[in-house]
């Protein structure tokens, strides 16, 4: 009986062992970025990547 009793302690303290890691929780906002900047995240970084991309479908597409 009191390997038992041992066994279920160690389980219950290793659970709250690993529970106590899920204490420091960040909580994000929905659409909000909170990192530092990022200069490819820009509007004009996107209509670039666009620009080029576009330019490489066209030609793929011009050669079949």
Do not use: F, N
């Not at 062992?17 to 909000?32: I, R, S």
């Amino acid at each position: 009986m009191m390997p038992k009793k041992i066994a279920l302690s160690a389980i219950a303290a290793l659970s709250l062992g690993l529970l106590a890691g899920c204490g420091d929780v960040t909580l994000y906002e929905p659409g909000v970025y909170k990192g530092s900047g990022d200069e490819t995240a820009s509007e004009e970084a996107a209509e670039r990547r666009a620009d080029a991309l576009r330019d490489r479908a066209q030609a793929a597409h011009t050669d079949r």
